[in-house]
């Protein structure tokens, strides 16, 4: 798509859609409720092997040996993998390490050796027939520890980068970077008011309900076939390229259904070790970890130590602000402090801020994305100090966001100049909402917090084939995790002006699409929505080309709408969509349409929480009563699965505001592995999640489209806190607000 | 591809060819010579049904009643179904009695009744206790005795279409048309020689090692999704839209390997009846036949009687030809008799001809194509005619052959006028081939023959997805026989100048790709190779046009062969495609590629055999010593797997000729329904074939291709008859040559 023609073909918001924003029922639906769709666990081969993974009990420690014989002796038992059978490539090593440790375990659940049985429990018995002999070393559990003068190093290699440069010196701090616009020296000295404060997050997973699996087949062709549940199997076909050192185009990724993932199923763990398994046996490898080995071994979001300084002059006009963020990048560096840094001011228009980010290393399992990485966290600490500064200047929280929301124009301190955005539109539904309208009952608590994200183009690819029944067949390679295969399969419908019925969405795998980036980012309506929006436009090209060889006139003349093409000139030339299909074979052969896109116009999305809570003076028990999300979401092509994100990420957010966090021992342990014990909020915790869709349309897309998976996930725990403090009068530095937090607060 | 297109990019055989041509290993060959593959059978699913079917005992019988009652109450028996269950609309009734018989059944083996149960056992014992009350009927078994005056009647509403009108009369003819060219009378009167003689053939069985099997599922949501082992996922799709009365988009066929089908597995069996079984069950309902149900529950080639008359000048010119051919339809009208006419004369540039041609009804399984239907039978007669005259000519029989061979402008007794062919060239490589030039052992016979067949268009679908690494997947939807996988991949590899190992084929489902006819018809490389080829053609378009954006030049500037993408004024613009490819996702997204043809220029192949037998004097038991097969294939894309065509139907014309029939009872029971007793032949039985291929370019096809799969088997039956007549001195007027009739026919 040129500019030239994205402008002709786009559409905003209050375009009279006939698909888009209606609520049919999803094209997996009987699937998916009948037990029939296939997960990752449930995938079966003749000949199958069960695989195993031994982890490591220590949180530190070198690794001096491995003996695997006696596993390897074990009847039933067919290989044994350690991290030597990876190719021992460069650049890669944190990646393999993470897959299985080589010279250290840096986190209790680290994976250390993997086994092929013919049963599951032949297999575990030989785990514990390994014998690794460690050094056990202290641990380091957060970034305070970590960045401690004379703390315990990770990684002996490991020097910092300092502002873009090799520092040179050793330690856990991968890098520190800064963002600056203007000059926060000048804005403080300017401001009337300052406020100051430091936060702390604890680590949260994202609690798919669906644990890791996978499962490979290495065939004697040297080609590699893996089925796995994951959030992009494109994104699996790359990582395990990088690991085995082998072409993309010798490894085939089949997606199976999956159980949740929120950025968690973005990297991969069990499935190189299926690889090597089933390399050395010839046989598929299964590989399906427990709910203890997801906690332990996957990939949660960091806890944080944050900073956040704001100056305002007394009309409320912010000033100066300073954020100084740390974040748990967990064994090996790339926590999401980059992102947290891209967001934490990116609400409000500030003539002067700072931003620095710190990237380190602990003995936790490297962190993973989980939906909107980074943003809650800085979010904590921003909404909190931006509610803190209200009340010192006596003004309405959202009149005081209001006052200095960022608008079309606006440069974030990270650079970016904002297109058309819906900050001031979520702000302004909010303050004008019956929830924020209504005087709170008594003796419960009200916050407000809002919070952005931005939503990630890349590339995806769509294949259509019509039906000689006028129906089309629609291909795609995204992840479908929230109903995506409907949102799509609505663009196409939309642009032939055919039922969404008459569109059957499928999600296949990497032999037989083109590259399709990760269902994440807030990108898959966006941009899978987008190839199937051109590729729909590929077909309705060649229908008005078709219709027109068929009348023997100039496709100039034609035009194509709702489902019908006609003669701009004759009224007697006109022909459904259906009856051209039932033609094409007899005047030229059958229409198909592709597509390949890698958007640019990608647009951010804001989030905002209005909600109450209610708090157990005896026990300090917080119980949200009532909570509103709205949300700009450009536009909600399916509006049921919009207020399903919604609704899911503010549960999310609740849970981590109220329950969720690793909780460790002294020695790196983690002592709730499992949902009894990680508390993660049921329907019964929980107050009906209001939802407000705000439409300001992303002028970058030409349905308006914007992400809106992620952002919905930031404004619960300030919004949580912010209600919690104005319940009780103290402000609530430490996640998550547990009772004893609560009742500890005002001491 | 436009005319001016195929123009352009028309290629002819003598081209220097990079891919064409070359002897690539098969993409499939790890999965399956390892077992990997799934085929029909294989298929499982959570809570699979077994289903079975319960067939007639009579060849000719009206059902009285079903009775369904006892076997519906055996305990694990999920459901019954009888013809009942399908929807009864108008103008399938064949069809669908066919698949389970209504109020007759028409052949010994005709499906009455199916079950499903947890076990393929209970299914087994629910069939007897369906009690069926039958009124047994006389059965006619071959088209003299269905023609007879006073013969049982088939369908009582059968009236015979006579020169193209209802003649009104109820009958076992279905059909009686002719081909008229010149006039015959006069052409006969012009004769200084005439022969004329009368043969008939046997029903014989295509004999592919995998029996038919299919499993359905009917979803809650009303879709359908069959796996099954087929020649045409598109055509099963199609077939069961037809009888289960729902629109095709409603309908998903997956693909799975075939073990052979040479035609007879174009239509479908079993898969309608699982569909019914799993709309009541809700459960998947797989059938799996038995070798004997796939002899007599499924479609074999027909027996004929035909009768060839010809006259010719005494220098050998042909002056008249008269073919009066009745072909076995089996249990409802269809037979090749069509297609046998098409064929009979096409060889040959004869001024006057006619062709009488009738599809006559007896009680046998409905007949299906078996590799080039009909043309067998034809050439059978035909060819050792062509013999006889030459031996009453005095006149070497290739001679004879090439002094009335069709050439470009030829027009065939039914219409068509030949484009560029290649008989002549088939019978002059024949004439020049060392087995013909050799004088031939004493005691041997030898025989020659030659047959034409057609390959026909229709739609294929081709889809091309360029990945990072610069290989490609190329998606199509053809059922890989004999190697078309790969075969169609290197056609894309041609056009891209890159390896074929650097494209990844996959044959895909229903709902991936775009409407593809049949794998029959010697179409699939032909036709999904032209799809290919024109996929290709989009992704270097597109590369081109690419590179000109990344270089910012205009395209037409640009050229691309041999793989690299380079200017034809500025010699430093040079790249692969390879490093276009790593560039493809910065440079505006991905690149993919999509093709949907009908291709018209389809072009006949002619094969002819030279044969060398030995006759065991006292058993008549005919070995063949030295079989050579010609044939001209336009272009050769894969010689080996034309070759490997080549020797495939010369083979099972070898078993056609000396072996194999329906041996039936008076009551047309058939006595020989297992692989023991239906005496197929093995390699102890077989000398090398020897194969001669000739590359007359198909002016219809950018790279000259012809249809290989079918001629090939035509000739063998004809040169086998006539190299025993040569041994012998007797003219072999049936098939098969058994010891016996070889011993017989001499009395």
């Known amino acids: 798509m040129t500019t030239a023609d994205y402008e002709r073909n786009m559409i905003l918001s209050n375009v009279d859609y006939k698909v888009i924003g209606t609520r049919p029922v999803r094209h997996d639906g009987a699937d998916k409720v009948t037990g029939r769709a296939i997960y ?13 993974i031994l982890r490591s009990p220590h949180a530190h420690a070198r690794i001096v040996s491995i003996d695997t014989s006696k596993a390897e002796a074990l009847e039933g038992v067919k290989a044994v993998a350690t991290t030597a059978d990876f190719p021992q490539k460069d650049g890669n090593k944190w990646l393999r390490d993470n897959i299985l440790a080589s010279d ?60 873009g440069e090799d520092s040179g010196v050793v330690s856990n701090t991968a890098n520190h970077f800064q963002h600056v616009k203007g000059d ?57 390229a990088d690991l085995l050192d082998m072409p993309v185009s010798k490894i085939r990724v089949t997606p199976t259904e999956i159980g949740g993932g929120f950025g968690g199923k973005i990297p991969i763990y069990v499935e190189p070790v299926a690889a090597i398994l089933s390399k050395k046996t010839g046989a598929p490898v299964k590989i399906v970890m427990s709910r203890k080995e997801t906690f332990e071994g996957s990939g949660p979001t960091p806890g944080s130590n944050i900073k956040i300084k704001l100056g305002a002059k007394s009309d409320g006009t912010i000033t100066a602000a300073h954020a100084w963020m740390a974040m748990e990048a967990g064994a090996y560096p790339g926590s999401p402090v980059g992102a947290a840094a891209q967001c934490v001011f990116s609400t409000y228009d500030i003539e002067n801020a700072l931003i620095d980010g710190y990237d380190v290393v602990v003995n936790k399992p490297k ?78 608590g009200r916050g407000v917090a809002i919070g952005f994200w931005f939503n990630i183009g890349f590339d995806s690819a769509c294949n259509i084939a019509v039906n000689s029944d006028g129906s089309i067949n629609l291909t795609e390679g995204s992840t479908d995790i929230g109903g995506s295969r409907t949102s799509i399969a609505m663009h196409a419908a939309e642009v032939l002006g055919i039922p969404v019925e008459d569109v059957r969405p499928s999600v296949v795998d990497t032999d037989t699409i083109g590259f399709t980036a990760v269902t994440g980012g807030s990108r898959t309506t966006f941009a899978t929505g987008w190839a199937a929006y051109e590729a729909a436009q590929d077909v309705r090209t060649q229908s008005i080309e078709r219709a027109a060889t068929i009348w023997d006139v100039n496709p100039d003349s034609l035009d194509m709408e709702d489902g019908v093409i006609s003669s701009k000139t004759d009224s007697e030339l006109k022909m459904t969509f259906k009856e051209l299909a039932s033609q094409m074979s007899d005047t030229g052969g059958g229409i198909t349409g592709r597509a390949a896109v890698n958007p640019k116009g990608v647009g951010g999305s804001f989030a905002g929480n209005i909600v109450d809570v209610s708090i157990d003076g005896e026990t300090g028990k917080v119980t949200v009563e009532r909570f509103t999300c709205v949300q700009d979401v450009g536009k909600a092509i399916h509006p049921s699965y919009v207020e399903g994100q919604m609704q899911g990420g503010s549960v999310q957010g609740i849970g981590w505001a109220l329950n969720e966090e690793y909780f460790m021992n002294d020695q790196g342990n983690m002592a709730n592995s499992s949902l009894l014990d990680y508390r993660m909020p049921t329907s019964l915790d929980l107050p009906m999640i209001d939802t407000v869709i705000v439409e300001v349309a992303n002028t970058g897309h030409p349905f308006g489209v914007r992400g809106v998976g992620e952002a919905n996930i930031i404004p619960p725990t300030p919004a949580i806190a912010n209600a919690v403090s104005d319940a009780t009068g103290n402000i609530m530095t430490q996640l998550p607000l547990t009772p004893g937090a609560v009742l500890e607060s005002g001491k």
Not at 40 to 52: N, P, Y
Not at 381 to 392: D, P, V
């Open 104 to 163: 250290k375990a840096l986190y209790a659940g680290h994976a250390i050796a993997g086994v092929a049985a013919a049963s599951p429990h032949v297999a575990e018995e030989a785990l514990a027939l390994i014998e690794v002999k460690y050094e056990v070393l202290e641990p380091v559990l957060t970034t305070q520890e970590a960045m401690a003068e004379g703390a315990p190093i990770l990684h002996e290699g490991l020097t910092t980068q300092e502002l």
């Open 367 to 444: 962190t993973a994305a989980y939906r909107a990485p980074g943003a809650p966290n800085a979010a904590f600490g921003m909404e909190q100090a931006m509610n803190e500064l209200a009340g010192k200047l006596g003004m309405d929280q959202i009149d005081l966001r209001l006052k200095n929301v960022a608008v079309e124009g606006t440069r974030r301190p990270d650079g970016p100049v904002f297109r058309r955005i819906g900050a001031k539109e979520v702000l302004e539904a909010m303050r004008d909402h019956p929830h924020y309208q209504t005087t709170k009952p008594d003796g419960h």
């Open 184 to 240: 926060i020296g000048k804005g403080f000295k300017d401001a009337d008011v300052i406020v100051e404060r430091e936060y702390d997050t604890k680590t949260v997973h994202q609690g798919y309900i669906e644990p890791h699996s996978g499962t490979a087949l290495w065939g004697p062709d040297g080609r590699l076939h893996v089925w796995c549940s994951n959030q992009g199997s494109f994104v699996v076909r790359d990582s395990l």
């Open 40 to 52: 990752g666990a449930d995938f079966d081969a003749s000949g199958l092997l069960h695989g195993k």
